[in-house]
């Protein structure tokens, strides 16, 4: 199956209106580097398919705003 990367933004988010993005960095190979759009649904709910992120380990940070107050989180991910 398809996997993909399930984000969900905290619920006293859910009507805000959330700009950003997301970016996966891949250490041992920059061109593998991507990044996506922020775009929540009503729920605070954003899902990103990773079929054209290639296999590796990333890491993942995720940049938004909301309510004019700026929020980073990082993280890592797999793909294999």
Do not use: H
């Not at 398809?2 to 997301?22: A, N």
């Not at 061109?31 to 890491?59: M, N, T």
């Amino acid at each position: 199956g398809s996997e993909q990367l399930d984000i969900q933004f905290p619920q006293e988010m859910k009507s805000t209106k959330i700009s950003g993005k997301v970016q996966l960095f891949c250490p041992v190979d920059a061109k593998k580097d991507i990044s996506f759009p922020i775009e929540a649904d009503e729920s605070g709910k954003q899902i990103i398919p990773l079929d054209q992120v290639k296999e590796g380990r990333y890491k993942l940070q995720i940049s938004w705003e909301a309510n004019g107050l700026e929020y980073y989180k990082e993280g890592v991910i797999v793909r294999n």
